[in-house]
């Protein structure tokens, strides 16, 4: 089992789901397209407020958009 605590996300299933390009959803957060793109690739972690952002603008519960791998023990 691989005990590494791992933050995952379902950015781009939701962004595509709401027919928003990277560029777009970039624009109507305030960031960068190459922000979106890390954010849905995973090789950026967003902070509590961009997350929540992020979430809000996809109306999506946060949960639903930022969660942790199955696997891992946090404790």
Known sequence: MNNKLSEKNNVEKFRVEKELSQRELANLIGVSTETVVSIE?????????????????????????FFFNAGCKIF
């Not at 929540?52 to 519960?61: C, D, H």
């Open 41 to 65: 690739n995973g090789s950026f972690i967003p902070d509590i407020r961009l997350a929540l952002t992020i979430s809000t603008e996809l109306n999506k519960k946060f949960g639903e958009v």
